[in-house]
């Protein structure tokens, strides 16, 4: 797993946002398009993608995508 195709998987799950604006230090909370169902896609984006269940508190404690998907990579 790569932090590069976690970003790009995770820019997936955003319909309106510029993917340019997603780097590993992005603040994904601050993302105008962030809500609850972006969440929920992100949620089964890493269920399908790479077979970690994850809890909505894990997302809320992570800062940045990269702190995410240090979680993740945690749990393959």
């Given amino acids: 797993m790569d932090v590069n195709d976690f970003v790009k998987n995770f820019a997936d799950q955003f319909e309106e ?10 603040n994904f909370h601050d993302l105008d398009e962030w809500d609850s169902l ?5 949620i089964a984006m890493i269920d399908e993608h790479y ?13 940045t995508i990269e702190d995410l998907y240090i979680q993740v990579r945690g749990n393959v």
């Avoid at 946002?17 to 992005?26: A, H, I, K, M, V």
């Avoid at 077979?51 to 800062?63: A, H, L, P, T, Y």
């Fill in 17 to 26: 946002t510029d993917s340019s604006l997603f780097t590993p230090q992005t």
């Fill in 51 to 63: 077979g970690v269940k994850i809890k909505g508190e894990q997302i809320r404690n992570s800062g």
């Fill in 38 to 42: 972006v969440a929920l896609s992100v």
